[in-house]
């Protein structure tokens, strides 16, 4: 009497008792990925221009290349809002980030995060800095390379330059 074949296919035992094939786990994952998936944010184009403008202006006062997270600090401590009024989140940040990027007047860094030509904006970041309160700006913005405890106007006992462009912006 002949042997059945031998059954050499890989098996998983699942939580719940059943054992199933290679093929059927990468079905089941993927069902479940796909019931999981959330839906994308709006385009980058849905964000006012007024929205635009206030990232752009938050690129060029911060001097360099700037990651999400130091934009939307840095929007935090100015007191920046968006146009309807709320504050920036993460979301419509990187949005506008890459909408400046997707228009030209950005460029995205890989790896590091969003900066802006100066000589494409010059005369922008003049008007900025000529503003009421621009004096604040270098301030805050040591304050963020620094230690970030307590106040931004409280002494800076120190501040840490992660490179060239760091203390070029300062």
């Known amino acids: 009497m002949a042997r059945p074949p031998l059954d050499n296919s890989l098996k ?3 939580p719940d008792g059943t054992v ?6 990468l079905r089941k994952i993927k069902e479940i990925k796909a019931a999981q998936r959330v839906p ?4 980058a ?8 403008q206030t990232l ?3 690129l060029l006062l911060l001097g360099g290349t700037a990651s999400i997270n ?25 949005d506008g980030l890459l909408a400046l990027v997707a228009q030209g007047r950005a460029e995205a860094v890989m790896g590091k995060g969003t900066r802006v030509a100066l000589r494409d904006h010059a005369d922008r970041l003049q008007t900025l800095l000529a503003a009421p309160g621009a ?13 970030q405890r307590g106040d931004w106007q409280d002494p800076i006992g120190w501040v840490n330059f992660r490179g060239d462009e760091d203390m070029r912006a300062v």
């Open 20 to 25: 199933v094939s290679a093929d059927d786990l």
């Open 70 to 94: 130091a934009v939307l600090q840095w929007l935090s401590l100015t007191g920046r809002e968006r146009a309807n009024g709320e504050p920036f989140e993460h979301y419509a940040t990187r």
């Open 12 to 14: 998983f035992n699942l």
């Open 56 to 58: 752009l202006d938050a």
């Open 45 to 52: 184009g849905a964000l006012p221009e007024a929205d635009l």
């Open 40 to 43: 994308q944010p709006a385009a």
């Open 135 to 147: 004096e604040r700006y270098w301030r805050q913005r040591l304050w963020m390379l620094g230690s």
